[in-house]
């Protein structure tokens, strides 16, 4: 079944900013949604009517929403369509955020609702049809659900966020120096390891997932150690992941992007030795490697061992492994020995 991202932005935004998304969930389509209307009906109709179409065409969607774009698509009722969703720095409480401007432009309701539009102290108008139709339809919405917000956030308090989230059984993340808009270099970088992390699934495997984590080993050795082997290493490498008396005793891990494996990890458990230990190089520099070592090694305290290729020694000696003796070379394999301790 195919699967989308489907995004839509805050105020001020554009459906481009989609494509900043695509290199994170690799093998998915990115689909940035557009929007004209400014009112959560308005807009919230619009957003349905596009999820539908997506859903009817891709199955399974996944949703990032933005500041009030989380809100419209609530307000929307998109949910039913949805797999999961992602809100950054959302509004999800419109009636107290109107309550919140109101009192800050010393605005009763009483006088809006006697004159139906007041201009605000932050330059927005305040109108009472607007409050009223908000109040009518409480939003509902049971997707599973991950916020990330920044504590510096003036447009929605950490309490409303907060509650939010335990109501809704979501999982919240906050970026103490993080503002509303997430567009600093360092809020991007957070803000990306934090989609990533929460993606990614790391579990022992089952026996059937066994031939799907020894064709990405073989996939991943290829692409990255294959090219600095002699082709007897490359051949050696081969017969070894088909040979059952070598896989004999393993015992191994998976990293999951959704339905894709994308890391395993395999121990030979009688030897406490790492024998396959590879990441889809889409996923390299992003801390899951470090997370299913981390699942492995919760189950295999103590000293563990390892033979390191030359692409994976920096980041085996960053693990806490130390070399136990010089590089070498047997049936074309190139490893450095090491071992890491209690």
Known sequence: ???AVIYVHGRGGSAAEAARYRPLFPGREVLGLEYTG????????????AVAARKAEYGALTLIANSIGAYFCMFGGIGPLLKKAYFISPVVDMEALILNMMAASGVTEAALEARGEVPSSSGETLSWEYLRRVRAQPVRWDVPTAILYGGCDTLTS?????????????????????????????ELRFLDAWLLNDRIEVSPLRVEETPAALALAWKVFCAYESPVYPPEGTEEFRKSIQSEVYLAGIVYYGAFDGAALVGVLGIRKQRRHICFFFLDGAYHRRGIGTRLFCRARGDFPGEITLNAAPFGLPFYKKLGFVPTAEEQTVNGIRFTPMRLSE
């Open 1 to 3: 079944m195919k699967e």
């Open 38 to 49: 400014d009112t959560p009906w308005e807009a919230g109709a619009e957003l349905y009517a």
């Open 158 to 186: 950490l309490q409303t966020v907060s509650a939010f989230a335990r109501a809704h059984g979501a999982a919240l993340t906050v970026m103490e120096n993080g503002g509303h808009w997430f567009h600093t270099a360092e």
